[in-house]
Structure formats: C-alpha cells, structure tokens
C-alpha cells in the first residue's frame, strides 16, 4: 500500500514507484546482466533482501542473512561457513542484531546463494534491510536459562515469520523497526533501546508471584538516542503466544500509519512517535487497534536491573545439559572457524540437539553439550582460538563494520579494536568487572557507543600537524532501572592513543572504585556517575598526550517534529 504523497521524503518516492519486495526476481535478472545493469533505484530496494552496496560502491555487496535470536542449526552454520569461503574472501561478521554478514559479494553470486540459504539452510534475508521489521533478538539462551522468568516459547521465529508471512504489509514502513523479545532475568536483549523490548516480569497478584512479560516502545539509539518508555502492561506467561504477536502486530502497523514520520528521514522512526504523543496515547491506541484491553500495572515502566553481559562461559541449562559461550574477538569469524564450530557443536552436543547461537556482543555459544563433553569441546575451541576462559575484556568489546565496508564511517572500527582489545588483555589482565567497549566509526551508534560503559565515536583530529583518524571517548552508559546515555568526557582522542587512554582509565577504575556489594566492586558506570568530567578526564590523561576537558552534554531530550 502506497502512502506517498509530494513533498515527502526520497526514499517514499522509490518505494511508492514499485515496491522493494517486487525486486526478487530483478535479482536473479541483473545476475545475468551484470552490475551495470543495475537500474538506481533499485539498489536500495535489494536492501530488503539483505543487500547492500558496499564500500566501494563500484561491483561488491554486503549481504545480511538474518537469524531470528541468533539461532543456528550446525548444518545452516556450516553451509554459510562454506558460502563466505566461495564468495566472501574467507570472513564474516557477527552483527549486534544477531545476524551474520557477508563482504565482497558480487552480483552475479547472489542466485546460488539465495538458492543455498533459503533452500537447503531454511533461513531467509526477507527484511534483513530497508524500511522493515529488522530481525527479532533475544537472549540466546532463550529457552535454556536456569532462572529464565517465565518461558516464551518459539515466539521469537513465530514473530519473524509472522512479519515475513505479512509480506507487503510490512514491507513499506517509514523506515526500520526494531524487536527484542525475551524472558532473560539480566536483560541481555537491550528490550530499552529497541522500538518494542519485552522483557521478563515477576509481580505480585493476590499474594502469588505472577510470571509474564511487560513491554517498552519508542527506543532507539543511532545520534539522537531515545530510552523506550514502558507501556505499564502485563502480560501473563500463558497469554504470551496469543497476545504478543498481537501486541507486536499492531504496534507495527502503528508506526506504519504514522504518515507524519514520511517527510523527514531522520525522524522516521517510531520513537520519535512515542517521543511525540506519549506511552500512554500509545498503549490506548494500541488497545483500541486490539479490540480488547491490556493488563494494567504501573509499576511495569523498566526492566529493574541490565548487565552489559551475555552468558559466556560455562553453565548449566534448565534441561540439565550445558552451554559453552565464547567470545568472538572484535565480532568477526573467519569461515573456517564457523565451520569449525559447526563441526563441534554436532560432535559433542547431544545427539540431534546441538546447536549455536549468537549474541548481542557479537559473540556465541555452543548449546546442549553433555557435562562430561564440556571440557574437551572447550579446548578444542581454544584450538581455534575461540576459547571460552578468555579475558574478560573480550566479551564486551563490540565494533561496527567501519569505513572499510561502510559508505557512513568515517574511521576504520575492526582492526583497530583488534589492536585495542590485545593491548587491555596484555595490560588490564585483572579486570574482575565486566567493562562494555564500544567502537563505533561514526555517530549512528551501531555498535550502540550510548550505552557503553566506554564508548569510541570516530571522528577526524588535528595532531602533530596532521589530520588524522580520532575517536571521542564516551563513559557511563547503562541499561535497566538506572538507565543513562554514555556522556562525551574527551574530544577527538587520535587513534593510536586510544588504546593507552582506555588502560589508564581502566586503572584508575580499578584502584579508585569502591565495594559495590559484599560481593562485587562497584560497575564502572556507577564510577563514572560518582565523578565529574574534570576528574574523569584526569583518570584518562597520558604521558603522550592531555587531554582537552569537553563540557559534559546534558542527556539528550527528545526531538519532536
């Protein structure tokens, strides 16, 4: 359904001429003709097939595979592993969304890829890009937690393709929709800073504790960050596989509507709505859309307690069997290791259940393994240099593809943080707190810097004469009850000394911190809440370079239009 009108955005007029969705068989076309062929319009619209132009922009392509929460099969991981061996020079990314991308695709490589993935995987990029319903996280441990606070189910896959289902629906909202879903009681699917999050609930009713879920909209970070406000609903374990896709339905359908979201492209997002009108218009639209009303609890506005982790390591599921998680150094994985991975998960998992799955840090895990097969799994992946007792830094380090792929950066993310990540493991070994470091090539906040407890924006700087890469370091970002946006503490830090601002910082936190709990040291973003920005800026000061103080920006306000 067309919803343009003059004066509306670009981007609304090349949906309107034809909708993206039409582009599938031009796909198969263009494969024959070559990539000059390739009418203009009609590279934006292969975005809803998980294609993008790649940096340089002249015959490659990145391509998205999307995984609904992470999940994969060892024969799926296998056959990707063995397609970015034929066409993407040997690598790939794990994306903070859960997917999987490819670089270095040409045109002409995309038939018998599709052919692969969508045949012989049973996975599809249907609304892997473009103005859709992205791909639905959760936990990825979603259905194995011990202490999970109620269970959800398949909801996650019954979301997608519900999504996937409604076709040309969904396929022209006014820009990307975000969905996180899950019961996980630390919040590892980010539920705030998505334009829907579920999260798990334990509440009190008629005495009894009550298990369900509530739901936040309207968050987003890119660089005009929005927290997603809660709706004050609740929704009861045993309603969740009838209400939520309802629920998800016609909230989506909600930000469809929103004709006033098409003129601008940057305020075409839903939380600029919610920003707009309020939770509460939205939660009686909602119901009105429903025909039905919502359980009502006030005290539902926040998921209560955040922590920047996910489940690496080793543990026990609630089916008795374990989980491996290793961190993945920088989110990228040569193919090799994923067929690697593939291989083990079916040797030791157990039988017909074994299985990987991706997280939010750009990590993954090894799922349904035998005790007594934990120990030799877990050296067989230190052979492939994806151990599960590694330093702890490395499971919170995110990037971002960066200016060698991406048309928006303006800095190189991958190998620097690299660089970054084995100069803290040689130099902080200690670090006994989990630290989130996020390394992002421009201000759209990919590698989600606003809610970093250190966070890298790439810029350009003037040094030693010369303009050179720079990143502004950002401090205290936090999920949960206690939410707040990563502040800008030091401007345009050059590049090759970020890695030893970053260790003398993480010195200080470690030696100037206090006890948190009888337990825990205090988590350094209540470090860096309990000190100004003169302060902080000192904690970070080098032998080679003093830093500017930069005046702390207030958190940002909503932007209305």
Known sequence: ????????????????????????????????????????????????????????????????????????????????????????????????????????????????????????????????????????????????????????????????????????????????????????????????????????????????????VGVVVGGGLSNTPHFAQGLRVFVPEEKVQEQLPAIVRQLALMFNDSEERRYKRKYARFKFTVADKGWQWVRDDLERRLGYPLIHDESIVDPRGALHTDHMGIGRQSNGLFYVGSPVQRGRMTCDQMIAVADLAERFGEPGKGQIRLSQKQNLLLVNIPEGNVAELSGELEKIDLPPKAPLWRSNLVSCTGMQFCNLAVVETKDRSLEVLKHLEQEVPGLDSAIMVSVSGCPNSCAQVHIADIGLTGTKAIWNGKKVDAFDLMLGGCLGAEKAWAKTIVPKIPADLVKQVIVQLARNYMENRVEFTDADPEPFHAFVARHDAKELAGYAAIPDWTPPVKRVRAEPEPETV
């Open 1 to 212: 359904m067309s919803h343009y009108k003059p004066g509306m955005a670009d981007n609304e007029r090349v949906k309107n001429e034809k909708d993206a969705l039409d582009v599938w068989e031009d796909i198969s076309r263009y494969a024959k003709l070559g990539f000059k062929a390739i009418a203009e319009d009609d590279f934006a619209r292969m975005r809803w097939y998980g294609i993008y132009q790649q940096k340089p922009n002249e015959g490659h392509f990145m391509l998205r595979i999307k995984l609904p929460g992470g999940r994969l099969t060892p024969m799926q991981l296998r056959e990707i592993g063995m397609m970015g061996n034929q066409y993407a020079r040997g690598f790939g990314d794990i994306t903070t969304r859960q997917d999987i991308q490819f670089h270095w695709l040409t045109i002409e490589n995309f038939p018998d890829i599709f052919d692969r993935i969508y045949n012989k995987c049973g996975l599809y990029t249907d609304f892997a890009c473009g103005d859709t319903p992205r791909n639905i996280c959760s936990c990825p441990l979603d259905g194995l937690l011990v202490n999970q606070v109620c269970q959800t189910g398949d909801i996650v896959q019954k979301l997608s393709d519900m999504f996937r289902a409604g076709g040309k629906e969904f396929s022209n909202l006014p820009r990307k929709f975000k969905c996180s879903v899950s019961a996980c009681p630390i919040h590892c699917n980010q539920p705030q800073i998505n334009d829907i999050g579920v999260f798990g609930v334990i509440r009190k009713a008629d005495g009894k504790d009550q298990r369900g």
